[in-house]
């Protein structure tokens, strides 16, 4: 006896196995891509090292360009300017026992740094030594050092010097150069000088307020009253 299987048809399922098609696909995926997209993958990958590579340049011709900027700094000049300023002051010096030296009074004051001079509108001064002597000067305009050793009077200027027991010695002029803490005046302008009712005018003038000695320069005019004029006598008599 013989037995026979019967299958239906199955439907038709097109299969390509073409090595043609496998060859192409290859190809196309060994392709290199083209260079706009390889320059593009490759300022992609190094933008960070250019972004930072152009800082630094930029920064160092910023740097080289700007003045003054990589040279070794040095100390900038003092310019002459006020760095501070007084109205209606007083201002006083003291020895190292507590007594009043000096005292500066004035208007307006202005100091300047470079130089250390105090510029002074109707200046006056007053020294006073141990002994009671008292020197005294007076101007519209003035000029002092910092620590008052070097004063110059300008314009109605004047200088008192007092002693007890001794007649004042006055000084006038338009321009007088004292150094209080010497004790010293002189002028190389004409001057006018009183004691009492004796009256010298000159050309200049150098005094000595430590030994009261007066110095006249060029032209001199005097007008000596009696009480000076045995004064000046007695002193001649009495050098050797």
């Known amino acids: 006896m013989k037995g026979e299987l019967h299958l239906p048809d199955l439907p038709e399922v097109p299969v390509a196995l073409s090595p043609l098609h496998a060859a192409v696909d290859d190809q196309q995926r060994r392709v290199p891509p083209s260079w706009p997209v390889r320059m593009r993958e490759a300022v992609s990958g190094y933008l960070p090292l250019i972004l930072m590579t152009g800082l630094a340049l930029g920064t160092w011709l910023i740097a080289k360009n700007t003045p003054g900027l990589l040279a070794p700094s040095a100390p900038a000049a003092v310019k002459h300017e006020a760095d501070y300023t007084l109205d209606h002051f007083t201002l006083q010096r003291f020895n190292v026992d507590g ?41 519209q305009h003035g000029r002092a050092r910092g620590d008052s050793s070097e004063v110059w009077l300008d314009g109605q200027a004047q200088v008192v010097s007092e002693a007890e027991g001794e007649l004042p010695i006055q000084m006038n002029g338009e321009h007088l150069h004292a150094m209080p803490k010497e004790r010293l005046v002189d002028s190389k302008f004409m001057v006018v000088v009183r004691q009492g009712d004796s009256e010298f005018n000159a050309d200049g003038l150098e005094y000595d307020d430590n030994t009261r000695l007066l110095r006249l320069h060029g032209n001199v005019h005097a007008l000596l009253q009696p009480r000076l004029r045995k004064s000046v006598a007695d002193k001649n008599a009495a050098r050797p």
């Open 99 to 139: 007594a009043l030296k000096v005292q500066i009074e004035g208007e307006h004051m202005q100091h300047f740094l470079d130089d250390d001079i105090m510029e002074v509108e109707q200046i006056r001064i007053v020294t006073t030594e141990p002994d009671g002597r008292r020197m005294i000067a007076t101007a």
